[in-house]
Every structure is written in structure tokens, then in C-alpha cells.
Nanobody, 116 residues
Framework: EVQLVESGGGMVQPGGSLRLSCAAS????????MSWVRQAPGKGPEWVST????????YYADSVKGRFTISRDNAKNTVYLQMNSLKPEDTDVYYC?????????WGQGTQVTVSS
């Protein structure tokens, strides 16, 4: 059974930083690209970032490019999202996402709130 468990969210002031983690289990983590998406209540999900299986290729939404960094540790079955220079508009629930054989799996999400 695929399980994705996010952690590391919280409340931070504008300009601050947070590091999100997503612990994965139930599949061969190193074989799959992993993504982070975010979603506010009442809105559709917004793709944030993707990291390829080996970690050598990463992709970012324009809204977070230069501020967020995705990484992975295949030995720990964990994907990370380092978020710097946070803005109020980054406030959302953040999810890690796996797509496996056409099926999308999401974790329970972790709330990020950026507010002064």
C-alpha cells in the first residue's frame, strides 16, 4: 500500500523558511519521479515542483523558482522541499504526489501559513 506522509509545515513570517519532508513507503521509491503540489481551500491544486528518479533533474513552477528547492534521499525514501523567502501567497496545504501507472497518490498534506 502506497503511503506518503508529509511533515514540516507551520506558520512563518514573510521572508522566512520552512523545510517540508515526505516519507514514502509501499513502493520502490527510487524508481519514481516525485512531486510537490499545493492547494488552498476551494481552489484547484497547483503544481509546485518535480524531481526525477535520480535527483539530477528538477522542475519548478515559475511562482516558486529561485526560492524553493526540491531534493530526495532515495536511501531514506524521502523527498524534501526547502522553501525560502516565503510570501503570504505561498500559504496553502502542501502535498507530495506520486503518479504510479496512471494513478495519483497524495499524502494527507501539511499546512504552510505565511503571515506577519
Amino acid at each position: 500500500e502506497v503511503q506518503l506522509v508529509e511533515s514540516g509545515g507551520g506558520m512563518v513570517q514573510p521572508g522566512g523558511s520552512l523545510r517540508l519532508s515526505c516519507a514514502a513507503s509501499g513502493f520502490t521509491f527510487s524508481n519514481y519521479d516525485m512531486s510537490w503540489v499545493r492547494q488552498a481551500p476551494g481552489k484547484g491544486p497547483e503544481w509546485v515542483s518535480t524531481i526525477k528518479t535520480g535527483g539530477g533533474s528538477t522542475y519548478y513552477a515559475d511562482s516558486v523558482k529561485g526560492r524553493f528547492t526540491i531534493s530526495r534521499d532515495n536511501a531514506k525514501n524521502t523527498v524534501y522541499l526547502q522553501m525560502n523567502s516565503l510570501k503570504p501567497e505561498d500559504t496553502d496545504v502542501y502535498y507530495c504526489k506520486l503518479t504510479q501507472r496512471g494513478t495519483a497518490y497524495w499524502g494527507q498534506g501539511t499546512q504552510v501559513t505565511v503571515s506577519s
